[in-house]
């Protein structure tokens, strides 16, 4: 299981915070004030601090996923560092949904579930819906294999059974990316969720969540 490092400072958002990684699958070991990380806690798959500068030196010294929590900016703001795409910075007052979105992704591998299952893909303003095959779920997205061509940027809406779940499941996406099959070359998509509900996020997270 992954873990988290959380990086207090004596701030009075942190309890709010451990409440929320609660509901986070993974494990969560906390750094009291005052205390410096070991080699081996900065090294979590993902850190949460108030201070950058607290976890590994100068901001720019992790490389790994983190997360800065910064009092006062707006809430739906979250900001990247320039030349870091697993470190981002966002309001301590960030929402319970979008605080459990960003710890997941940036969590990575831990949000991804490997799932073969046959899919539909239906392009936007089309009627067929083409046939093809899941590779990976994730909470933002999926990888999946359809005899047709795909641009970067195209709306489909993919449609899937998820186990435990009472309905197919369709929810509309992007084609983000295209890659080749690393076993025959075939073309491979990447596509990320568009405007997900709370319950259409809910059936995601039991799914990629559950035990493998």
Same mark, same amino acid.
């Given at each position: ?13 942190? %309890? ?5 990684? @609660? ?8 750094? %009291?004030?005052?205390?410096?990380? *070991? %080699? ?5 798959? =993902?850190?949460? *601090? #108030?201070?950058? #500068? ?9 490389? $790994? ?6 009092? $006062?900016?707006?809430? /739906? ?11 981002? *910075? ?6 319970? @949904? ?40 994730? =909470? *933002? ?7 047709? +061509?795909?641009?970067?940027? /195209? ?8 186990? $435990? ?15 080749? +099959? %690393? /076993? ?26 559950? /035990? @493998?």
């Amino acid at each position: 299981m992954k873990r988290i490092l959380l990086v207090e400072d004596g701030r009075p958002f942190w %309890p709010r915070i451990r409440d929320l990684l @609660r509901k986070v699958n993974a494990v969560v070991e906390e750094l %009291p004030p005052g205390a410096a990380a *070991t %080699p081996a806690q900065a090294a979590a798959d =993902l850190v949460i *601090t #108030g201070d950058a #500068g607290r976890v590994a030196g100068p901001a720019g010294r992790r490389r $790994g996923p983190l997360l800065v929590l910064e009092k $006062g900016r707006a809430p /739906e703001l979250v900001t990247p560092r320039e030349g870091a795409e697993h470190q981002v *910075t966002a309001s301590s007052s960030i929402d319970e @949904r979008s605080f459990l979105t960003l710890t997941s992704r940036l969590l990575g591998v831990s949000e991804r579930r490997h799932f073969r299952a046959v899919i539909g893909v239906k392009r936007a303003r089309h009627a067929h819906v083409h046939m093809g095959a899941s590779r990976e779920f994730s =909470l *933002t997205g999926l990888s999946f294999s359809v005899p047709a +061509d795909l641009a970067v940027g /195209e709306r489909v809406v993919v449609s899937f059974y998820v186990p $435990g779940a009472r309905q197919r499941v369709s929810l509309e996406s992007e084609v983000a990316r295209v890659f080749p +099959d %690393p /076993e025959d070359g075939a073309p491979c998509y990447g596509a990320r969720f568009v405007g997900l509900s709370a319950a259409e996020e809910d059936v995601l997270r039991r799914f990629v969540w559950a /035990e @493998r």
